[in-house]
């Protein structure tokens, strides 16, 4: 019985992590939520996963950037935003 109720569980989540794989490739941290909110609902990962990644200051210029083409955000969110992004998309990560 628990083990049917488990293995159902686990299976709900497979489904949802093959669903959404936007989300299951996105790291942990603070600022996913503001991602997901506020940058994923004009395009999808790719443009930020791809962009080979920027420092904090270059994020925060994407960010802006993308507030004055409509992305919705709090001010408060910013900070906390570009520093995730920063920290999750270095600028090392060119290829
Ligand atoms: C209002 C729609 C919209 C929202 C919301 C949005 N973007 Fe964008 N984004 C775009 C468009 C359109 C482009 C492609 C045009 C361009 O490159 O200037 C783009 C391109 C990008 C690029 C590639 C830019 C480049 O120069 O290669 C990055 C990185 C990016 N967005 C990050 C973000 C982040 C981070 C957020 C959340 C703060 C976000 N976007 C929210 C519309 C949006």
């Known amino acids: 019985m628990t083990k049917t109720i488990f293995a159902s569980i686990a299976a709900t989540m497979m489904a949802a992590a093959l669903c959404y794989p936007v989300l299951a490739q996105l ?3 603070g600022g996913r ?3 997901r909110m506020s940058c994923l609902g004009c395009h999808d990962l790719s443009p930020i996963s791809g962009s080979g990644g920027f ?3 270059d994020w925060e210029i994407v960010v802006k950037s993308m507030i ?3 992305a919705r955000i709090k001010a408060e969110d ?3 935003l570009t520093a995730y992004l920063a920290d999750a998309f270095p600028p090392r990560q060119r290829n």
Do not use: H, Q, Y
């Open 55 to 57: 420092s904090k200051e």
């Open 27 to 29: 790291p942990d941290g």
């Open 68 to 70: 004055a083409m409509g």
């Open 78 to 80: 910013v900070p906390v």
């Open 33 to 35: 939520d503001i991602l």
